[in-house]
């Protein structure tokens, strides 16, 4: 394995920025439906960074359905950053660049780093990391894994979060764990990484189809079932007893509320539960509220409920607060919410640092695409471990991937092998579902199915 | 004074809400120039809710120029759950509303509760207070006074923040500051509510400009002044020198850094500036950062400096956290970037729960109008107090709106008499600066002042 780096790449000229809304009709189905959501439409804004030399960057962002177009035309207000302007000027000094869009002098009123704008720069960052692994011809995962640490920690932005984590820390962390480089890559490349199934049990899912997805995915050889809760306290014993039937107890269960409780309230109801050795609860309350998540771990540490939370966390500033008031037991990233690869690189270290387990969030249109990566490099590179460690799966919209992410037969990810990022649409996809002038919603429109809003 | 009640309130029928970017070209002149924002166009979304009878309610959230659109097309994504409906419908369970408009089940995914989407529900709620007060013919800090508790409370979405504060709580303090009400409104009505002014030290400011603002504000009657630290340590000290030359020690002097320092740079900075005398040193570091501010806060205390910060936080759930962590000593709420009143009331409440002071941001565009009816409200119902508690004043765009707030010959706000919220600007401004087509805009493009993006 060769160390490479920027001062070597071929440098390309990008030229333009492209954005797109694209809407799936999930909400038709209840696929992804929770205590909060009740009818999302998967979406994502999607980003091509086009060059002068004709290779081209995608990237997306994860979104719900309305609100698409908003998070459109904060990329839009952005894309001045990165058209007209060399790949070297960004990647020789990629915390620089970050610092840049992320912090534009009036941008940043409406943020800061949180929200749309922060949606906005994940959409274009992560197409900007689909466009290096391009560049270098490797898989975003083997881009990380192959920099040198000097180099990796050149694209971090170490504001705000130097009280927790230094550049010489993560170097170190990087170093001591060269060693172990080369059996995990091989270890990935033959058994791929251990993921889970959210499946089985969203809200709107009937008994009778709950207990044959777990059939399903018992079959596919998944060990780790989550189920969503926190709706009806009835309901959810109801549910957890029926997974736990056809499960067994060897198997793994979370759940996970969505953030529909307040911290009291969550820490009751998950006392009723306790007899279900749930693994962990999600999103007990209010992404935001980091002493709330405190209380709440410490009350249900008798139990062995861990809490999980981190894919509505807004950015690293208040990943660096869970972790450093010991608030979360599993950190759940999401490769789309807070400002793209960059950012969530510093929150693995600081994760590694403080000795908590990132589980990623995954499951949105190219969330288990991207976060794939992320958490292979975390093997190979960062936590070097499985050990309690998974991805999360959801089985919606990969076959709109051009590399789309593969369950293997062991239920796990495997190793992606394409240059980049795994974030490249079928031209069909986006013809099909942009919003609203795509043909499939052309047909639903005139067909009734949905309003044109 | 007369309680008055919903169910007796005149009932309107709201036909449209219609909603404007509206920029000024403060960039030109440096004003509003911080060590963050290098050069802001004071700007708003200005919010018109319609009725079928006539009468209009006026809101607006402040933001810095570029972004402003965005915040715009979220205003549009939201006026929905106004637009035909009665005004009964929201003001009899206000709350309900509140939660509504902040939890739609899409659009939540790309806020929630911060950044560009909660940015546009306060414009939103804002609008509906204006026209609340109008309704009762009354202005808007009076309409809060002359509440029932009871009715109050009901206007305050209390998820997420019940392990801080309840509404039996609530109906508790100002059941007991009743008897203190009819005092303090004629106290406010005779002298009005102390202000500060940031005005002496905008980072692009020279010296004889800092030291003759400093004369003409003493002249004004002010005893209390801020300027703008963080860019360069000696030249803050040396601004610092200059200003308390000017003013002297029995003032008092206040030092903001608008988010520059990292947590232990934000520390070693300060104590350099330790002999200044400061009351407080603001926004020392990210606004999200709720231990960070903890630990300068910790550091500091030896020198009699306290932390403020509140202008940038995002939304109750992180006010509710510097409060339990004893993160600050003084609160900065903003009227217009958390939810509209109903959120910023619970920020009061919780204040008063906790003994911290509430000192709000002002000066943005229309935001001195909106807080001074706030903090009147703290001072009839809930703190009672004006020690140590002051209005930030910053003299710009005043002039845009047809009831502006107005310092006193004692450089207090006078208390509002017109009913309603004192959002409503001059028709000439809309038609001059709305952005980009307004008379102003046309020009400075035509004369190249400004380029049209």
Redo the contacts between chains.
């Keep these: 394995m060769m160390a490479q780096s920027s001062a070597n790449d071929k440098c390309l000229n990008i030229t333009t920025l492209d954005a797109k809304d694209i809407r799936w009709p999930t909400s038709l189905g209840a696929h992804g439906s929770d205590a909060?959501?009740?009818?999302?439409?998967y979406s994502c804004v999607y980003v091509t960074i086009h060059t002068a030399e004709g290779i081209r960057g995608y990237g997306m962002t994860f979104?719900?359905?309305?609100?698409t177009?908003?998070?459109l035309?904060?990329v839009k207000?952005m894309k001045r950053f990165v058209e007209n302007r060399t790949t070297a000027s960004i990647y020789q000094n990629f915390a620089k660049f970050w610092r840049e869009i992320t912090?534009?002098?009036?941008?940043?009123?409406?943020?800061?780093?949180?929200?749309?704008?922060?949606?906005a720069v994940a959409a274009i960052v992560n197409a900007l990391w689909d466009l290096w692994g391009k560049i270098r011809a490797v898989p975003v995962w083997r881009l990380l894994t192959e920099m040198e640490p000097e180099e990796l920690v050149s694209t971090i932005d170490?504001?705000?979060?130097?009280?927790a984590i230094t550049p010489e820390e993560v170097i170190d962390i990087l170093r001591k764990n060269k060693t172990l480089r080369k059996t995990k890559t091989e270890d990935l490349i033959e058994n791929g990484y251990p993921a889970y199934t959210t499946q089985v049990g969203w809200l709107g899912y009937s008994d009778d189809l709950i207990r044959s997805l777990c059939k399903k995915y018992l079959r596919a050889g998944f060990t780790a079932f989550k189920i969503k809760v926190g709706q009806d306290l009835e309901n959810d014993i109801k549910r957890c007893k029926l997974v736990r039937e056809e499960i067994g107890w060897d198997n793994k269960l979370m759940v996970d509320a969505n953030?529909i409780w307040?911290?009291?309230t969550a820490i009751e109801w998950m006392e009723k539960l306790k007899d279900f050795q749930l693994l962990w609860i999600e999103e007990p309350?209010?992404?935001?509220?980091?002493?709330?998540h405190k209380?709440i771990a410490e009350a249900l540490k008798k139990y062995n409920i861990g809490v999980a939370t981190g894919e509505?966390c807004?950015?690293r500033?208040?990943f660096?607060?869970f972790l450093?008031?010991n608030a979360l037991e599993f950190c759940q990233i999401d490769s789309a919410r807070i400002g793209g690869v960059n950012e969530i690189l510093s929150v693995y270290l600081m994760a590694k640092k403080f000795g908590v387990k990132v589980c990623p969030h995954a499951g949105g249109v190219g969330l288990c695409e991207m976060v794939q990566h992320l958490q292979m490099w975390d093997y190979t590179s960062v936590s070097c471990s499985k050990q309690e460690r998974m991805v999360e799966f959801v089985d919606q919209q990969h076959e709109q991937f051009l590399h789309p992410a593969v369950i293997n037969e062991n239920a796990c990810y495997a190793a992606p092998t394409a240059p980049g990022y795994s974030t490249e649409l079928k031209p069909e996809a986006v013809s099909m579902f942009e919003y609203p002038g795509g043909s499939e919603w052309q047909r639903m429109f005139a067909e009734e199915i949905f309003k044109n809003e």
């Design positions: 909060m959501h009740t009818d999302p439409d979104t719900l359905g309305r609100g177009d908003i998070v035309m904060a207000a912090s534009e002098s009036q941008l940043r009123w409406i943020g800061p780093e949180k929200g749309v704008t922060h949606l170490f504001r705000y979060i130097t009280d953030q307040d911290v009291n309350t209010s992404p935001d509220d980091v002493l709330g209380k509505m807004c950015n500033v208040l660096k607060q450093q008031a």
